[in-house]
């Protein structure tokens, strides 16, 4: 018989594997949330609708970290028409490694119509720490999205780099089963694309946010406005950010020697984004303010 593809014997002693399996259906009067799944240390709180239509929903990981050996899979479908926005309430801790990748595995489908906002807040990568993620989006045809990933490398306010390690991580996503962004980091501790200038700079944090569909005026402009910015974003811990954009899919990245500087100015572009893509004007998740 053959081995599995993650052998037991591979495995620490005491690892936390998580599940979760969430989908989103259209109603007469709002988005419902149906958990069709869980296992291990991973929940939502109630739904919220500070907006009425959208669904607001956090999910949560009491342990607070993810540990070698540990695996988090978070898979949401999205129905027709459907409106959601899922955070979390505080920073996803990857732990040092004991010798174990701890993976993060997320899958989003969004059917026909759907908009669904994925703006959970950042990724801490301690020293040491051994990370494998994934986030895959597949869009049918008509659907609107907007998502972020936030990292963050070591501890700086402690006076932690991230020396030694290894981040790899993979964004995809696909528009009626066609890919249209697919991209991948491998990046070990101490490694030179941490500290050259081709690459993050020396400086600690960095993310995305992507926005579909967004047609090339609206992305002119706004890359207009961003450039005006950027003299407040010289001052502000030396934050870049920049556009691209390709096939309706606006892409905005950042860096930054200050995590939450960095966190400031995406929730600026998605302020500026939300209008465009969602259709509503943005309203900021009560958890960000705990």
Not at 80 to 109: H, M, V, W
Not at 150 to 161: D, I
Not at 205 to 231: C, I, K, S
Not at 237 to 244: D, F, K, V
């Amino acid at each position: 018989m053959a081995e599995p593809s993650t052998p037991e014997r591979q495995r620490p002693m005491r690892h936390w594997p998580a599940q979760l399996r969430l989908a989103f259906e259209a109603s007469a009067r709002r988005t419902l949330m149906r958990r069709l799944g869980a296992h291990g240390p991973l929940y939502v709180q109630r739904p919220f609708y500070p907006e009425g239509e959208t669904c607001h929903t956090i999910l949560l990981h009491p342990p607070g970290g993810v540990a070698g050996g540990d695996e988090l899979c978070i898979d949401v479908s999205a129905g027709p028409q459907s409106k959601s926005l899922i955070t979390t309430p505080a920073a996803t801790k990857f732990y040092r490694s004991n010798g174990f990748d701890a993976g993060c595995e997320q899958q989003l489908r969004l059917a026909a119509g759907a908009c669904c906002e994925w703006l959970p807040l950042e990724n801490l990568v301690f020293d040491g720490a051994r990370v494998r993620s994934r986030l895959r989006v597949e869009l049918a045809a008509g659907a609107r999205f907007l998502g972020q990933e936030v990292w963050g490398l070591g501890r700086p306010a402690r006076g932690e780099r991230f020396e030694c390690g290894q981040l790899a991580q993979r964004f995809q996503l696909t528009v009626a089963g066609r890919p249209l962004l697919t991209e991948q980091l491998v990046l070990d501790g101490g490694d030179v694309l941490a500290r050259s200038p081709w690459g993050l700079n020396g400086q600690d944090a960095f993310g995305a946010l992507y926005a579909y569909p967004v047609d090339r005026e609206f992305a002119t402009a706004q890359a207009r406005r961003d450039g005006a910015a950027q003299a407040w974003g010289a001052r502000s811990c030396g934050t870049r950010i920049a556009q691209s954009w390709v096939d309706e899919l606006l892409i905005v990245r950042g860096t930054s020697t200050s995590l939450e500087a960095l966190r400031r100015c995406l929730e600026r572009e998605w302020v500026a984004l939300r209008p465009h893509v969602i259709g509503l004007s943005a309203m900021r998740p009560r958890i960000w303010n705990t």
